[in-house]
């Protein structure tokens, strides 16, 4: 299932009084999160342990500086593929599964240990009796049909050792292949979507802060005369409704984070860090997207599996039949990789738009406050500003993380994994 982080700025909205909320939305958002993970039956742990680590070996495909980064509690988002390879629990699960699968599939209960040591003395007994029937000069037309038992056992055998062999390099099968691309997409989708709830506890703690000013305030001009009891209490009430949404929405990002903890290998109480990922337009602008379509069509294992395929006979008619199948998977595999482009650009754009904005909206900040304070506000203007900067400020942030989601989209669809159904 694919996880699309939707944290938009549409998730904070104005009220009859010009004033702006994180709602209920956003926690509804963490909900997803978990919820998509559930649904992907990601949501489980294992004791099996990763054939390829040991101790003091380095995992074959990694560098020593790529595995040392594996072992500290700092995450980077380009280290998500290599921390689920070697570690995440579920992964392993996967292979456990498939590996067993593949076992019962081709061998049934023979592929097991006991078996194949069942088969070794089996094959030794054979040996043994032929030998010993040699020596007495048994009639060989009896010894023969001992030699058929041994060669039976053996080739079994070998098919058991081919069937462990499978087994053992399980994470090249088809449909690992795709549980890793669920498992990976979604723990990318879910790490960005954690660091933009993360930059929405940070506004909603700027809330709280900014309502508790503003009750402060209340509470001195009804000394004043300036304001009403009503307006204190009311003045209350909303700052206690921002600080109690903002204590919902950490706990609820701290389920986020524990789920990312668990499916990523860490224990519970580990505490780790994410690192906000860069955006690197210079890679983005380098995109060929005429010569990536070669390659996402022998990528795609739609397109793969009809080329292997072939005709059904050498005819010309059968091989024209095969080459019009290959050509509309092929441009299905195009018009996918186009739209996830197209929506890539688009979210390119809105990030270098809201970027531009940035230094206007620090300005605009200064300026409120500079009003406020020289008694050109209102207090209800004031907050009403002020909450609408804030969530312009959130916006910049945020098309920065949906540029990146969209961007490794198309990374994902280079390698063939788009939806052409």
Known sequence: MDLQVQVLANMIFYNNKNKIFIIDRVILFIFVIIFIFNQSSLLYATSFQNPKLGPNLIPKGLTEEEFEALQDNIIKFDEIQNRIEYYSPTYLNILDTASIAVDASIFGAGASEDSARKMDESANDLRDAINEMVKNKVPSEVIDGYRASLRSVN???????????FSNNVSDNLNVRHAKFMLTKSLESAYLGYLQLEEYAKLSQKQEDLYLKIYNLIKKNVKNGLSTELEVELAKVEYESAKSSKEVLLTNKQNVLNQLKNLLGYNLNDEIVLIPPEVDLE???SINLDN?????????????????????TKSESDIGIMDSRLNMIGEKVKSALEATYTNCYAKSFLYLASTYQSEIYEIENKKIEKQFNSGLLSINDYLGLSLQNMARLLNITLTKYEFIQSLRDYEWGRYGFLDIN
């Open 283 to 285: 890679y983005f602008y």
């Open 155 to 165: 080739k079994a055998r070998a098919g058991l050792a081919r069937a462990v062999n």
């Open 292 to 312: 990536d379509y070669d390659m996402a069509c022998y990528s795609n294992d739609t397109y793969e599996n009809a080329r292997k395929e072939g005709p059904k």
